[in-house]
């Protein structure tokens, strides 16, 4: 029978966060090219990590949602989820992450982008 001793497991754990890190960044960086969030490596991971510690606050765990809620900020501003429209999606407790990130796409679809929605 295999054995994986819980430092095996946190090493392991390590490795694929920061391969989703490595794939977030890539995204990011492609998505928004002229961010000063994404022009510079070292603060593109900062965030990334300060985010996936936000996200995870709010219960957006699942990695697609957790790539939106990323995009929002490079979208928005790091702190968007301190923003009274954003705070209130969050902050839902009936909510699922996933359902909060559909919440937040809406808003920004029907809200700040309105001529998106209509064609």
């Given at each position: 029978?295999?054995?994986?001793?819980?430092?095996?497991?946190?090493?392991?754990?390590?490795?694929?966060?920061?391969?989703?890190?490595?794939?977030?960044?890539?995204?990011?960086?492609?998505?928004?090219?002229?961010?000063?969030?994404?022009t510079?490596?070292?603060?593109l991971?900062?965030?990334?990590?300060?985010?996936?510690?936000?996200?995870?606050?709010?219960?957006?765990v699942?990695?697609?949602?957790?790539?939106?809620?990323?995009?929002f900020?490079?979208?928005?501003g790091?702190?968007?989820?301190l923003k009274?429209w954003?705070?209130k999606?969050?902050?839902d407790?009936t909510?699922?992450?996933?359902?909060?990130?559909?919440?937040?796409?809406?808003?920004?679809?029907?809200?700040f982008?309105?001529?998106?929605?209509?064609?």
């Open positions: 029978m295999l054995v994986i001793r819980d430092q095996q497991m946190r090493i392991l754990q390590e490795f694929q966060l920061r391969q989703f890190e490595d794939s977030l960044a890539a995204h990011l960086a492609k998505r928004f090219p002229r961010s000063a969030l994404t510079d490596a070292d603060f991971r900062s965030m990334i990590r300060e985010g996936l510690r936000v996200a995870k606050t709010f219960g957006i699942n990695r697609t949602d957790v790539r939106r809620f990323l995009e900020s490079a979208e928005y790091t702190d968007f989820y009274p954003a705070a999606i969050l902050g407790p909510l699922s992450g996933c359902g909060k990130m559909e919440q937040m796409d809406a808003y920004s679809v029907y809200v982008r309105p001529w998106d929605a209509n064609g």
